[in-house]
């Protein structure tokens, strides 16, 4: 399958869709996108494919220190445990493959050779390297506009996969993946203005550098430093400085 056919797929199910994926009945339909709403669909996508976690990665803007941000996962308002090793190291290839490419890469680390043989199966998908030890599951990279980019992970030892269906789930990942990135903040007025140094400091952060590293590089103190992500986190309403990264990702104030 080409890459050409995913966006024809992806188009075709943003004219039949709503901007989640779901079939737009009724009261499906949603006029506004929030986080819970993209979370609950992207649990639909997982239901559908029989995966047990999920996750949505912003791509950093970094060309030098490759990392995917989390936005949400499957443990919403909470972090998953695999998340973490996702937005790791672990992640850096995937990065650089999802900035190029949109062919889904799949993983089975946890001894079952079936799930094996399932991904394997499949025509228009590759293995790569697991992107959290002791999982299987398949990554989707995802594009939206203004070069925005990212990854729709589902894990899970029991995936279900064919063809067609790999096709779906990554047009609606697609559609899912576009709707989040265009979430704004419904009054402007309410957002606090974040000084140049706050967002340096996150872009920092997104590049993953830890606060010692954000110091020498911007001549501050460990402590300023700290002080700068936690005020920057409170102005975006943010439960923690990576949550901060994600949404400042996501509104466009750091690239």
Known sequence: MKHAQVREAAALFNDQRN???????????HQTATIPDAVRRCRWIAVDINASAFG?????????????????????????????????????????????????????????AGS?????????????????????????????????????????SEIALSDDTLCEI???????????????????????????????????????NTSEEIAKLLKLSVHTANQYLTQSTQKLNAVNRNQAVAKALRLGLIE
Not at 76 to 82: H, N, S, V
Not at 142 to 155: E, I, P, S
Not at 195 to 205: D, P, Y
Request: one cysteine or more.
């Open 170 to 208: 990554h047009a609606r990942s697609f559609a899912l993946f576009a709707a989040v990135a265009r979430i704004r903040p419904g009054d402007t007025g309410r957002t606090r203005s974040i000084s140049k140094r706050e967002l340096e400091c996150l872009k920092l952060t997104a590049n993953g």
């Open 116 to 156: 094996r043989q399932g991904f394997r199966s499949l025509a228009w998908a590759e293995p790569t390297a697991p992107l959290a030890p002791g999982t299987n599951g398949i990554a989707l990279p995802v594009h939206a506009d203004g070069g925005q980019c990212g990854l729709v992970v589902f894990l899970g």
């Open 19 to 29: 901007p989640f994926g779901a079939f737009s009945l009724g009261s499906e339909t």
């Open 56 to 112: 949505l990665y912003f791509v950093s803007p970094s060309p030098e220190r490759a990392r995917l941000v989390a936005c949400f996962d499957s443990d919403y308002p909470g972090t998953a445990i695999t998340t973490k090793f996702i937005s790791g190291a672990n992640g850096e290839d995937m990065v650089r493959h999802s900035r190029l490419s949109t062919m889904p890469r799949w993983w089975a680390d946890d001894g079952a």
